[in-house]
């Protein structure tokens, strides 16, 4: 059974910086691409930044310039370096992982930017 266990969120101040991890377990075959997510209070959940097998990666305008992916290859762990964080990126981030067409989810981690 894959798991995708996220940790890193936490509580800081605009303008500071957090990390996120994403590890996933029970698979041996290597993920199509992995990516966070995240969910902001009455608000959908949107595509934060998304890294494929082959290193191409994607992010949503709004981090653009701040934030970064990495990870990805065939230890199926990605990395989300988040910086200049405004309160704005206040949500609950989650790790995603795609093989074929089945998707997996973690189970979410909390980031709260304060002004």
């Known amino acids: 059974q894959v798991q995708l266990v996220e940790s890193g969120g936490g509580l800081v101040r605009a303008g500071g910086s957090l990390r996120l991890s994403c590890a996933a377990s029970?698979?041996?075959?290597?993920?199509?691409?992995m990516g966070w997510y995240r969910q902001a209070p009455g608000k959908q959940r949107e595509l934060v930044a998304t890294?494929?097998?082959?290193?191409?990666?994607n992010y949503v305008d709004s981090v653009k310039g701040r934030f970064t992916i990495s990870g990805g290859n065939a230890k199926n762990t990605i990395y989300l370096q988040m910086n200049s964080l405004k309160p704005e990126d206040t949500a609950v981030y989650y790790c995603?992982?795609?093989?074929?067409?089945?998707?997996?989810w973690g189970q979410g981690t909390k980031v709260t930017v304060s002004s």
């Open positions: 890294v494929t097998s082959g290193g191409t990666t």
């Open positions: 029970g698979t041996i075959f290597r993920f199509n691409a």
């Open positions: 995603n992982a795609a093989r074929n067409v089945l998707n997996y």
